[in-house]
């Protein structure tokens, strides 16, 4: 921040730089595994222990236990998987395109329970499994290209969450060649 030709540094608060008790999380692990559990139980996919990383967006982390990976026996519906890192904390991939780490963030300050991030996990989650989920890459003719995706239907009671990530245009060219350009997610289908 500058005043009147003076740079003056500004700093937070002790509670937005320090997490105190990182454990509070631990729930989310247990909640993920019965979730997925219960999932693979229920719907026709395939689970192994794979977790791949989104190209350009996402960056190697260490695991706390092997990821889950559901994967649709129809390729129209969006594959789903949860990593397990050591902090405790998750981080979710839908699609083709979509990450989130649960909890964002998980300083004192912010101040973020297990319960919300389960809460919050579940309506990114019940969207893609219901088919509520769109990916598209966007490449405007001038000005910066895009990954984007909108979780909901536009009706529903609580609204649209969407978002995405600034990629370089070379990147979404090439996404678009390999036809990606935008993905309609199908709701999953049930176990017979």
Same mark, same amino acid.
């Given at each position: 921040?500058h005043?009147?030709? %003076?740079?003056?540094?500004?700093q &937070? =608060?002790?509670?937005?730089?320090? @997490?105190?008790? =990182?454990? $509070?999380? $631990?729930?989310l +692990?247990?909640?993920?595994?019965?979730? #997925?559990?219960?999932l693979?139980?229920?719907?026709?996919?395939i689970?192994?222990?794979?977790?791949e990383?989104? =190209?350009?967006?996402?960056q %190697?982390?260490?695991?706390?236990?092997?990821? !889950?990976? &559901?994967?649709?026996?129809?390729?129209?519906?969006? *594959?789903?998987?949860?990593?397990?890192?050591p902090?405790?904390?998750?981080?979710? %991939?839908?699609?083709? #395109?979509?990450?989130?780490?649960? =909890? @964002?963030?998980?300083?004192?300050?912010?101040?973020?329970n297990?319960?919300?991030? @389960?809460?919050?996990?579940?309506?990114?989650?019940? *969207?893609? !499994?219901?088919?509520?989920?769109?990916?598209?890459?966007?490449?405007p &003719?001038?000005?910066?290209a +895009?990954?984007?995706? $909108?979780?909901g %239907?536009?009706?529903?009671? +609580?609204?649209?969450?969407?978002?995405?990530?600034?990629?370089?245009?070379?990147?979404?060219?090439?996404l678009? $060649?390999?036809?990606f350009?935008?993905?309609?997610?199908?709701?999953?289908?049930?176990r017979?």
């Amino acid at each position: 921040m500058h005043l009147k030709g %003076r740079r003056v540094e500004t700093q &937070l =608060p002790d509670e937005y730089t320090r @997490v105190t008790n =990182p454990e $509070r999380f $631990r729930p989310l +692990h247990d909640f993920a595994r019965n979730f #997925f559990e219960r999932l693979a139980n229920e719907y026709d996919v395939i689970e192994s222990s794979e977790f791949e990383l989104v =190209p350009i967006i996402m960056q %190697r982390f260490d695991y706390a236990r092997p990821p !889950i990976t &559901l994967t649709p026996q129809a390729r129209e519906e969006a *594959p789903i998987s949860v990593a397990f890192t050591p902090f405790p904390s998750l981080v979710l %991939r839908c699609g083709k #395109f979509f990450s989130e780490p649960f =909890p @964002v963030c998980a300083c004192d300050g912010c101040g973020r329970n297990a319960d919300e991030e @389960v809460d919050r996990l579940q309506r990114v989650l019940n *969207p893609v !499994i219901a088919g509520e989920f769109l990916e598209q890459v966007q490449l405007p &003719l001038f000005g910066n290209a +895009h990954v984007t995706y $909108r979780l909901g %239907r536009i009706d529903a009671p +609580h609204g649209l969450a969407s978002g995405g990530s600034q990629v370089a245009r070379s990147e979404a060219r090439k996404l678009r $060649r390999a036809g990606f350009e935008r993905i309609q997610w199908a709701p999953w289908s049930k176990r017979t």
